[in-house]
């Protein structure tokens, strides 16, 4: 959660990434998941101020990223099978 966060966080203040979200140290559902908050922060900042666009950041990355890994993994997919 803490790497979503951090790359959420500088994408909000306008530094974006080198290379892609392997380089971020992301796997590919946490990038999903980073874009949907940094959305999020986004419209939360424009609307609402930075204070409440930072908290978004933490409740949003917590939630997801608890959700997607509550069984200590990603999903299954068909190359498990």
């Known amino acids: 959660m803490s790497a979503v ?3 959420a966080r500088e994408m909000l203040a306008g530094r ?3 290379g892609d979200y392997q380089s971020m140290g992301l796997s590919n559902r946490q990038y999903d ?3 949907e908050v940094v959305d999020a922060a986004r419209a939360t900042r ?3 101020g930075a204070q409440e666009a ?3 950041i933490g409740r949003r ?3 997801a990223c608890a959700e997607d890994y509550r069984d200590a993994g990603p ?3 068909p190359w498990q099978s």
């Open 61 to 63: 990355t917590r939630r």
């Open 16 to 18: 974006e990434p080198y």
């Open 75 to 77: 999903s299954r997919g």
């Open 5 to 7: 966060a951090y790359w």
């Open 54 to 56: 930072e908290e978004l």
């Open 33 to 35: 998941i980073l874009r």
């Open 46 to 48: 424009r609307d609402q």
